[in-house]
């Protein structure tokens, strides 16, 4: 089966940064768009950003445009640089990844990590 595990999550005081990082079980993965999603209780799954299998192709959502650099190595492992961080970043942050699309709503990936814990203190 294949996996998603993030990790890099954690408590950081505002305008500090984290970098997470999210490994996939397989190799195949290298050829499949990569991305982050985040998400507050009550709250729809919101877009963060996505890269391409080549990663030339880089999206990023609008709060985040500026701060966070999405980046991935050449074999199965993609980041997200979160910097300048605000409380409203808290969230869990999600890593995803599919074959075929290059969107930036949650119905397009079929990979979902279990998600990690940011939490931005004012």
């Known amino acids: 089966q294949v996996q998603l595990v993030e990790s890099g999550g954690g408590l950081v005081q505002a305008g500090g940064s984290l970098r997470l990082s999210c490994a996939a079980s397989r190799r195949t993965f290298s050829s499949y768009t990569m991305a982050w999603f985040r998400q507050v209780p009550g709250k729809e799954r919101e877009f963060v950003a996505a890269?391409?299998?080549?990663?030339?192709?880089i999206y990023y959502g609008d709060s985040v445009k500026g701060r966070f650099t999405i980046s991935r190595d050449n074999v199965n492992t993609v980041y997200l640089q979160m910097n300048s961080l605000k409380p409203e970043d808290t969230a869990v942050y999600y890593c995803?990844?599919?074959?075929?699309?290059?969107?930036?709503?949650?119905?397009?990936?079929?990979?979902w990590g279990q998600g990690t814990q940011v939490t931005v203190s004012s």
């Open positions: 995803a990844a599919d074959a075929t699309t290059l969107g930036s709503t949650d119905y397009e990936y079929h990979h």
């Open positions: 890269i391409g299998y080549s990663g030339v192709n």
